[in-house]
C-alpha cells in the first residue's frame, strides 16, 4: 500500500459518507481498492463484509447507503490519521 493508495481511498470514503456520491459504483470502487492494496489492515475483514453486503435501498439481509456510510466513516478517520505528518518530521 502506497501513500497514493491511501490518499485515494480515503477519497473515495468520504465522497460516500459526506453524500455527495453514494452510488454502487463508488462502492465498488472502494471495495477494488480495498482488496487490492489494503488485504493486511485490521480492519480489511469488517469493510469487505459491509461492502459485500451493500445494496442501495436495501433491506435485510442487505445494508444501504447510510449504513454503510456509518460503517466506513472510521476507517476514513484511520486513513487520515495515517497521513499526517508527525509533529517531528515536520
Not at 66 to 75: F, K, S, T, V
Amino acid at each position: 500500500m502506497t501513500r497514493r493508495d491511501v490518499q485515494d481511498l480515503l477519497e473515495l470514503i468520504r465522497r460516500f459518507v459526506d453524500g455527495s456520491d453514494r452510488t454502487k459504483s463508488v462502492a465498488a470502487d472502494i471495495e477494488g481498492l480495498v482488496i487490492e492494496c489494503f488485504q493486511d489492515e485490521a480492519w480489511f475483514e469488517e469493510l469487505s463484509e459491509s461492502l459485500a453486503l451493500f445494496v442501495p435501498g436495501g433491506s435485510t439481509p442487505y445494508i444501504d447507503e447510510d449504513q454503510l456510510a456509518r460503517e466506513i466513516g472510521p476507517i476514513a478517520e484511520l486513513l487520515a490519521a495515517s497521513l499526517e505528518v508527525p509533529a517531528s518530521d515536520a
